[in-house]
């Protein structure tokens, strides 16, 4: 198999394949434009029937033939059926474009390489081994992270930004825009918008797709499009299927007071500061009486509170960022003080049982090092969900399964064969004691990036 492979490691196929990877794991959620949809079709296109070909080698042209007509269909309408039954057990995503079949002469580059392909591999064997076969899965799982969905950041609130444009842009290529002309004046009503994947998906993040949003659309938008300048204060009404929207904008950013009716009645009523909530927002429901008033500080919802015929029915504290942090920072203490009592436990057991050890056959002694890191990711993935922090998608998932096997299993290695088990119980403390270690890292890692 390894002669197969040898073609994997190529320095035109690891271009390709690292490509590949930045581009769906960075450069889509960050720019999210045509020539990042059409990296990725035609490094996918490279590295799939190659990798293939190594695979089988004696059918290297039907590969390619294979490859060619699955592309044609994965980018058809086709494929719909199939990606609808596949998406009820995984999420992938394809986008319709027949744009993207002028990616197909790729196959021809891809061939002549193959063909014309002269390996030049490392001198050391073990690491040729090593290196090929670590290749090879990385292009297996970036077959299949290429079609994970990307995150999408709603807004509960309406988004606006106001632009200046002579002409509306063509509705039918932006979903997540609706455009409403006024003389010079382009409104921009933001949906939503794609982003990375966030690793909490609270006002905080929402806070900061608004940074730039108004510099973000005019780049999304083709067309002859500017910016308003700041201080420039412009009061619209839009009439939108939701009611009618009054804005204020302070340059092209949403400023002051918003007010949303409908039938004549008023539904919503809030406040905006250069693009976010802030103060207090009102919703009505007309047709039940009711009333619920949100708290925002600086975009971040701090409070709720619900009326019923003008009494007060219920009201609740709403985190924020902040908050989170520091209870993030008492779960890291909390599960490092169990650790510090499981590895006191484990030394009484050492203490008291020394030198009697727990005798078992050496095929139980290798079965228990490969069987123990899957239950430490099950405790690993329970303690997440306890914490409420399990939000990993398949491939997060796959990759921290292999991340805790290869750093578990020789530690049980140590235990099992150096350190040696005193009582049954033990196997289980050490499971827990790795289980929360790695709960601690990942927790550590979520503070990190909630400090950012």
């Not at 063509?170 to 982003?195: A, C, G, Q, R």
Request: aromatic share 12%; net charge positive; charged share 20%.
């Amino acid at each position: 198999m390894y002669e197969r492979l040898k073609t994997l490691i190529s320095p035109p196929f690891i271009f390709c394949l690292l490509l590949l990877l930045l581009n769906d794991f960075y450069l889509k959620a960050a720019f999210h434009n045509m020539l990042t949809g059409k990296v990725s079709d035609v490094c996918g296109l490279f590295i799939f029937p190659i990798f293939w070909s190594a695979v089988f080698p004696q059918r290297k042209l039907s590969v390619f033939i294979f490859s060619g007509l699955l592309f044609i269909y994965w980018k058809s309408e086709l494929a719909s059926g199939l990606i609808e039954l596949v998406n009820t057990f995984f999420s992938i995503q394809r986008t319709v474009d027949p744009t993207d079949l002028i990616a197909l002469p790729i196959l021809l580059v891809a061939w002549i390489h193959v063909k014309g392909i002269s390996i030049v591999a490392p001198k050391n064997a073990l690491v040729a081994r090593l290196s090929t076969w670590f290749i090879g899965m990385v292009t297996i799982f970036s077959f299949c992270a290429t079609s994970q969905q990307r995150s999408v950041q709603y807004f509960d609130q309406p988004q606006y930004v106001l632009l200046k444009s002579s002409e509306i842009p063509d509705t039918t290529s932006y979903d997540e825009f609706e455009f409403y002309k006024m003389d010079s004046l382009l409104v921009v009503k933001v949906n939503y918008l794609y982003i990375t994947n966030p690793v909490r998906g609270d006002d905080y993040n929402k806070n900061r797709s608004l940074i730039d949003l108004d510099k973000d659309v005019m780049a999304m938008i083709t067309g002859r499009t500017n910016l308003i300048p700041v201080g420039k204060v412009t009061t619209l009404t839009i009439n939108t299927a939701q009611g009618k929207d009054v804005l204020r904008f302070n340059g092209s950013r949403l400023d002051g007071r918003f007010t949303r009716t409908k039938k004549n009645k008023l539904i919503i009523e809030g406040f905006y500061k250069m693009g976010v909530e802030d103060s207090i927002w009102t919703f009505r429901d007309t047709s039940k009486n009711s009333l619920a008033q949100q708290t925002f500080i600086k975009g971040e919802r701090t409070g709720l509170r619900q009326f019923d015929q003008g009494k007060l029915i219920s009201s609740t504290r709403m985190n924020t960022r902040a908050d989170t942090i520091r209870n993030v920072y008492i779960q890291i203490a909390v599960l490092s003080l169990i650790v510090v009592g499981i590895i006191l436990l484990l030394g009484r057991n050492y203490r008291r049982t020394f030198p009697e050890q727990l005798k078992l056959q050496a095929i139980w002694k290798w079965l228990l090092c490969f069987i123990a890191p899957i239950i430490i990711w099950l405790i690993h993935a329970g303690i997440r969900i306890l914490l409420m922090d399990f939000n990993q998608d398949i491939f997060e998932t796959l990759a921290t399964v292999i991340f805790i096997f290869l750093t578990t299993c020789p530690l049980m290695f140590v235990v099992v064969f150096l350190i040696r088990l005193r009582k049954e119980m033990d196997i289980l403390l050490y499971c827990l004691l790795f289980g929360l270690i790695c709960s601690i890292w990942t927790t550590c890692n979520t503070l990190i990036a909630l400090s950012n």
